[in-house]
């Protein structure tokens, strides 16, 4: 372990300031939490449910279910997107599946089994309690999806289909083709589309939040900006639920869609809102290499492909002939010789590491070198290719189409790329932030994960947030202010919260610079990549935060912004999404600095094992990281979670 | 390696949905054939910036022909001339060097342009709101397993469901007609177990929806020709038959009045 130097510990400024955080988890064995617990919070009568006004930023699988859940129950909800339609969310590209423990293949999956599996899958740094809890709702998620037409696979005997994925030892993950996000997505999506048309939730689209409003230290509104007119509205309720997913998109290159940012998360986190983890990030090993320097955002190929597919490189770095030409002898599949038993299934985190260790030693393949081959000779030769064809057809297509090869003669080429952010908001078991009244949701929290997320599981979390956890939770806030109204608009926390936005806008429009935001995005990404990517060292967080600071200050002085605020500017939009970025940067490499072990995503040079594993350090680094905001010009303050895993021993990871 | 390309392209302007447009011509030149089309119109606006200029605003966002986000005319093709593929999977390396590129937004009533390519298509939302779900309140489902579906009925119903909502029917019909659309939603729901209960006050609801909004359809079969999912047309005859069904079925009966 890395011995922290006087000179690490002022810039990282991390100091415990004593507290730490109570996460309202219920006590009895953890069987029975969830039960104990909704039994014990506070319930909201129904026919008082309607007095109150929920506000839910965000249309994606944990907003939407949320959403169509709670107008269900008869609360007055009104939900917000930036998109033109709640059906854009990124929720929809999701490829792979949800995890259940249906144990429908009677393969010995099992609640228990599941929660376990995901424990040690975040590489022990995730709440057990909550982890439990999404594992008992995981099978009523299959239950409510189903019954709302989503079109699962199925077998000849019309009950559903299951496969294993992204290294689980079960078959629990259920599937609709390669488009489970996008089918899960329209069903959460319908389910609120009928609560609009019934009038129960009133719907806003373009519309970014770009501020939360508190009153007395509690969540009471936020203000957004309307993005085809440009006006800036607050709108006030008894509790703000963000449901705005995750911050991948600080790597510029990542799987995340254009639009997906940190905005709605970071306001709340500068109006007192903790940020939980920020260096947990995943980079997942499928995806397709960058071509060129004009390359926008990196596709995703389903990891259900290493089922079939086998990953190698050439064991000769000057090796010229095409993949079918190399003989067995010179190739190194080099996941199936150094983790016999897992084999190319081996976790995310512990697969992409790999890539880039045989990538940096000069192996890797393509016309840049910066990939690994994904082989499909093997199982077309075994299974047939009509087979192949059925299972993965449309990655296949998919893949064609962007690279211009066919993966059926040649191997596919992948390499890692962000994908996810286990970090987040901090929240309690109730899925409250700090803030009172402030929930977060799905992949903008930080809960369920722990250090890396398992294949499949992002799709559960979401949908168990939203349908199953929120709607009882909620109510232990909100019962209290029964007979309160809402803090109305027009009150000055609004009036001043407005002002704030209003300015920000101008100072970013005013500063007459030469260069766009995205070409500072890329900029910034680039650091992210290369310093807070897929290794950390010490040296080079000292580096990136430096470096991060001085692109801070020219994107400040030298941001060229066109256009005029009352209509559609995306320059605009992306500008303050790309300054809320460059504080996450900072904060994110500040988090992987204090850190000085390496966990699940999260790797450090220093702290590695005799053969180059992540070293976990549970003496000292067996919490929650929460920061909390100082203000512009100070550092934020480190609080601490402490993590104590009873139903799941503590144990080194090992997939060999 | 890749090669590059030098094109023109002549790209619709508008400032806002009641100003007047227009067509406005731009060079790009060295654009690598591996990028896709969206990254083409990235590189014009950074070029527009640097020399500053307003840049082109155009839809988009998860750029993996998902999310149903971008669509544009692209020389009179919905999603340009790549069969089942929205534009932003389509590829530079789908046009030659020296090529003359036309783009315009979708061209509909029920879409009114908001700016440059971008267009308003919330009324296929209203669709959706009027029936396009199955009324299950969380946490009232049976078991998943309670009701099988044989796996073709279920394959059939995800052919439906693969409908990704970017409007390319609706722009490639010379009737500007949502039918393909709406009937993707439809046989998705309607074909399934799950959907009977609800199946004809769905059909009638959703199509009755969808004719305030569009136009009407009279079989040209544009809208499968530009559909990025290649949704097939038969589901536009399922609907019809559905919908004169829901007509009979919907009656009020005596007792009912």
Same mark, same amino acid.
């Given at each position: 372990m890395?011995?922290t130097?006087?000179?690490?510990?002022a810039l990282r400024?991390?100091?415990?300031?004593g507290?730490?955080?109570?996460?309202?988890v219920?006590?009895?064995?953890?069987?029975d939490?969830?039960e104990?617990h909704?039994?014990?919070i506070?319930?909201?009568?129904?026919?008082?449910?309607r007095k109150?006004k929920v506000?839910?930023?965000?249309?994606g699988?944990a907003?939407?279910?949320?959403a169509?859940?709670?107008?269900?129950?008869?609360?007055?909800?009104e939900?917000?997107?930036f998109?033109?339609?709640?059906?854009r969310a990124h929720s929809i590209a999701?490829?792979?599946?949800?995890?259940?423990?249906?144990?429908?293949?009677?393969?010995?999956?099992?609640?228990?089994?599941?929660?376990y599996?995901t424990?040690?899958g975040?590489?022990f740094?995730?709440?057990?309690?909550?982890?439990?809890?999404?594992a008992?709702?995981?099978?009523?998620?299959i239950?409510?999806?189903?019954?709302?037409?989503?079109?699962?696979a199925?077998e000849?005997?019309?009950?559903?289909?299951?496969?294993?994925?992204?290294?689980?030892?079960?078959?629990?993950t259920?599937?609709?083709r390669?488009?489970?996000g996008?089918?899960?997505?329209?069903g959460?999506?319908q389910?609120?589309?009928?609560?609009?048309?019934?009038?129960k939730?009133?719907?806003?689209?373009?519309?970014?939040?770009?501020?939360l409003?508190?009153?007395?230290g509690e969540?009471?509104?936020?203000?957004c900006?309307?993005?085809?007119?440009g006006?800036v509205?607050?709108?006030?309720?008894?509790?703000?639920?963000l449901?705005?997913?995750?911050?991948?998109?600080?790597f510029y290159?990542s799987?995340?869609?254009?639009a997906c940012?940190?905005?709605?998360?970071w306001?709340?986190h500068?109006?007192?809102?903790?940020f939980?983890n920020?260096c947990?990030? *995943?980079?997942h090993?499928t995806?397709i290499p960058?071509?060129?320097?004009?390359q926008?955002?990196?596709?995703?190929?389903?990891?259900?492909?290493?089922?079939?597919?086998?990953i190698?490189?050439?064991?000769?770095?000057?090796?010229?002939?095409a993949?079918?030409?190399?003989?067995?002898?010179?190739?190194?599949y080099y996941l199936?010789?150094?983790?016999?038993?897992?084999g190319?299934?081996v976790?995310?985190?512990?697969a992409?590491?790999?890539a880039?260790?045989?990538?940096?030693?000069?192996?890797?393949?393509?016309?840049l070198?910066?990939?690994?081959y994904l082989?499909f000779?093997?199982?077309?030769?075994?299974?047939?290719?009509?087979?192949i064809e059925?299972?993965?057809?449309?990655?296949?297509?998919?893949?064609?189409?962007i690279?211009?090869?066919?993966?059926y003669?040649?191997?596919?080429?992948?390499?890692?790329?962000?994908?996810?952010?286990?970090?987040?908001?901090?929240?309690?078991?109730?899925l409250?932030t700090?803030?009172?009244?402030?929930?977060?949701?799905?992949?903008?929290n930080?809960s369920?994960?722990?250090?890396?997320r398992l294949?499949?599981s992002a799709?559960? *979390?979401?949908?168990?947030?939203?349908?199953f956890?929120?709607?009882?939770t909620i109510?232990?806030?909100?019962a209290?202010?029964l007979?309160?109204?809402?803090v109305?608009t027009?009150?000055?926390v609004? *009036?001043?919260?407005?002002?704030?936005?209003?300015?920000?806008?101008?100072?970013?429009?005013?500063i007459?610079?030469?260069?766009?935001p995205?070409?500072f995005?890329?900029?910034?990404?680039?650091?992210v990549w290369?310093?807070i990517?897929?290794?950390?060292?010490?040296?080079?967080?000292?580096?990136?935060?430096?470096?991060i600071q001085a692109?801070?200050?020219e994107?400040?002085?030298?941001l060229?912004?066109?256009?005029?605020?009352d209509?559609?500017?995306s320059s605009?939009?992306?500008a303050?999404?790309?300054a809320?970025?460059?504080?996450?940067a900072?904060?994110?490499a500040r988090d992987?600095?204090?850190?000085a072990?390496?966990?699940g995503?999260?790797f450090?040079?220093?702290?590695?094992?005799?053969d180059?594993?992540?070293?976990?350090?549970?003496e000292?680094?067996?919490?929650?990281s929460a920061w909390?905001?100082q203000g512009?010009?100070?550092?934020?303050?480190?609080?601490?979670?402490?993590?104590a895993?009873?139903e799941?021993?503590?144990?080194?990871r090992?997939?060999? | 390696?890749?090669?590059?390309?030098?094109?023109?392209?002549q790209?619709?302007r508008q400032?806002a949905?009641d100003?007047p447009g227009?067509f406005?011509?731009?060079t790009?030149?060295d654009v690598p054939?591996?990028a896709s089309?969206l990254?083409?119109?990235?590189?014009?606006?950074?070029?527009?910036?640097?020399?500053?200029?307003?840049?082109?605003?155009?839809?988009?966002?998860c750029?993996?022909?998902?999310?149903g986000?971008?669509?544009?005319?692209?020389?009179?093709?919905?999603?340009?001339?790549?069969?089942?593929?929205?534009?932003?999977?389509?590829h530079?390396?789908k046009f030659?060097d020296?090529d003359?590129?036309?783009?315009?937004?979708?061209?509909?009533?029920?879409?009114?342009?908001l700016?440059?390519?971008v267009?308003?298509?919330?009324a296929?939302?209203d669709?959706v709101?009027?029936g396009?779900?199955v009324s299950?309140?969380?946490?009232?489902a049976?078991?998943?397993?309670?009701i099988?579906i044989?796996?073709?009925?279920a394959?059939?119903?995800?052919d439906?469901?693969?409908?990704?909502g970017?409007?390319?029917?609706?722009?490639?019909?010379?009737?500007?007609?949502?039918?393909?659309?709406?009937a993707?939603k439809?046989?998705?729901?309607?074909?399934l177990?799950?959907?009977?209960?609800?199946r004809?006050?769905?059909?009638e609801?959703m199509?009755?929806?969808?004719?305030q909004f569009?136009?009407s359809c009279?079989?040209h079969g544009?809208?499968?020709?530009?559909?990025?999912k290649e949704?097939?047309l038969?589901f536009?005859?399922y609907m019809n038959?559905?919908?004169?069904?829901s007509?009979?079925?919907?009656?009020?009966?005596?007792s009912q009045r």
């Amino acid at each position: 372990m890395q011995e922290t130097t006087e000179d690490a510990s002022a810039l990282r400024g991390s100091s415990l300031n004593g507290s730490s955080l109570n996460s309202q988890v219920p006590d009895g064995p953890m069987a029975d939490k969830w039960e104990n617990h909704k039994f014990n919070i506070k319930l909201v009568n129904p026919s008082n449910k309607r007095k109150f006004k929920v506000l839910i930023v965000g249309t994606g699988l944990a907003g939407a279910s949320a959403a169509a859940s709670l107008a269900e129950l008869g609360y007055e909800v009104e939900a917000f997107t930036f998109h033109d339609t709640p059906r854009r969310a990124h929720s929809i590209a999701a490829q792979g599946g949800i995890n259940a423990a249906k144990n429908y293949p009677n393969d010995g999956d099992s609640v228990h089994r599941l929660f376990y599996d995901t424990v040690k899958g975040g590489d022990f740094r995730s709440r057990e309690a909550n982890v439990h809890r999404l594992a008992q709702v995981s099978v009523d998620i299959i239950d409510q999806m189903t019954a709302q037409g989503v079109p699962f696979a199925r077998e000849y005997g019309g009950l559903l289909a299951n496969r294993s994925f992204g290294g689980a030892q079960v078959s629990r993950t259920f599937y609709a083709r390669g488009q489970t996000g996008q089918q899960l997505l329209l069903g959460a999506y319908q389910q609120m589309m009928r609560q609009v048309g019934l009038g129960k939730v009133k719907l806003h689209t373009r519309m970014e939040m770009l501020d939360l409003v508190t009153k007395d230290g509690e969540a009471c509104g936020i203000v957004c900006r309307n993005l085809v007119t440009g006006e800036v509205t607050s709108h006030s309720g008894h509790a703000v639920v963000l449901a705005t997913g995750g911050y991948g998109n600080v790597f510029y290159l990542s799987t995340n869609a254009m639009a997906c940012n940190v905005t709605a998360a970071w306001r709340a986190h500068r109006k007192g809102a903790f940020f939980a983890n920020p260096c947990y990030t *995943q980079i997942h090993p499928t995806c397709i290499p960058a071509s060129d320097e004009f390359q926008s955002k990196l596709t995703l190929m389903s990891e259900s492909l290493r089922n079939d597919g086998r990953i190698w490189v050439p064991r000769n770095p000057d090796e010229t002939r095409a993949a079918a030409d190399i003989s067995e002898r010179d190739r190194y599949y080099y996941l199936e010789e150094k983790y016999p038993s897992f084999g190319n299934l081996v976790p995310r985190d512990v697969a992409s590491r790999n890539a880039k260790t045989v990538v940096d030693k000069g192996l890797g393949v393509g016309p840049l070198k910066n990939g690994v081959y994904l082989d499909f000779a093997d199982a077309i030769k075994r299974d047939g290719k009509a087979t192949i064809e059925a299972k993965y057809g449309n990655l296949f297509q998919m893949y064609e189409r962007i690279t211009g090869e066919d993966p059926y003669a040649r191997p596919m080429r992948i390499y890692p790329a962000t994908h996810y952010t286990m970090g987040g908001l901090w929240v309690d078991y109730n899925l409250m932030t700090t803030v009172p009244g402030l929930y977060a949701c799905g992949e903008a929290n930080f809960s369920d994960h722990g250090a890396n997320r398992l294949g499949a599981s992002a799709l559960m *979390q979401g949908l168990a947030d939203g349908y199953f956890v929120l709607p009882y939770t909620i109510g232990d806030s909100l019962a209290p202010k029964l007979g309160t109204e809402p803090v109305p608009t027009s009150d000055p926390v609004f *009036q001043s919260s407005e002002q704030g936005v209003r300015d920000r806008i101008s100072r970013l429009m005013s500063i007459g610079g030469t260069k766009s935001p995205d070409y500072f995005h890329r900029e910034l990404g680039k650091l992210v990549w290369n310093y807070i990517g897929m290794e950390r060292t010490e040296a080079g967080l000292e580096k990136a935060i430096t470096e991060i600071q001085a692109l801070n200050e020219e994107f400040w002085r030298d941001l060229r912004v066109l256009g005029d605020t009352d209509t559609i500017n995306s320059s605009i939009e992306n500008a303050g999404r790309v300054a809320d970025f460059f504080e996450l940067a900072e904060l994110m490499a500040r988090d992987a600095l204090d850190r000085a072990e390496s966990c699940g995503g999260h790797f450090r040079v220093e702290s590695q094992t005799e053969d180059g594993e992540a070293l976990r350090d549970d003496e000292d680094f067996s919490h929650v990281s929460a920061w909390e905001w100082q203000g512009e010009d100070t550092i934020q303050v480190k609080h601490a979670e402490e993590l104590a895993f009873e139903e799941v021993p503590l144990s080194q990871r090992s997939y060999k | 390696m890749s090669n590059t390309l030098n094109l023109t392209l002549q790209i619709w302007r508008q400032e806002a949905t009641d100003a007047p447009g227009s067509f406005q011509s731009y060079t790009v030149r060295d654009v690598p054939d591996d990028a896709s089309f969206l990254e083409m119109l990235d590189t014009l606006n950074e070029t527009l910036i640097d020399g500053g200029s307003v840049p082109i605003e155009f839809p988009h966002d998860c750029r993996e022909g998902i999310c149903g986000t971008c669509g544009v005319m692209v020389n009179g093709r919905a999603h340009g001339q790549e069969k089942g593929t929205a534009v932003c999977q389509l590829h530079m390396r789908k046009f030659n060097d020296g090529d003359t590129i036309i783009i315009e937004p979708w061209r509909a009533t029920a879409f009114p342009v908001l700016r440059d390519l971008v267009v308003d298509r919330s009324a296929l939302d209203d669709i959706v709101a009027a029936g396009g779900f199955v009324s299950v309140p969380t946490g009232n489902a049976p078991d998943a397993n309670e009701i099988p579906i044989p796996k073709d009925v279920a394959e059939s119903a995800m052919d439906a469901a693969s409908c990704i909502g970017c409007g390319a029917c609706v722009a490639a019909c010379p009737n500007s007609a949502a039918q393909l659309f709406t009937a993707a939603k439809l046989w998705h729901l309607n074909s399934l177990p799950q959907g009977q209960p609800e199946r004809y006050r769905r059909s009638e609801a959703m199509v009755d929806t969808m004719e305030q909004f569009f136009g009407s359809c009279t079989n040209h079969g544009e809208c499968y020709e530009a559909c990025p999912k290649e949704i097939s047309l038969d589901f536009i005859a399922y609907m019809n038959r559905d919908y004169v069904k829901s007509k009979l079925v919907n009656r009020k009966l005596a007792s009912q009045r």
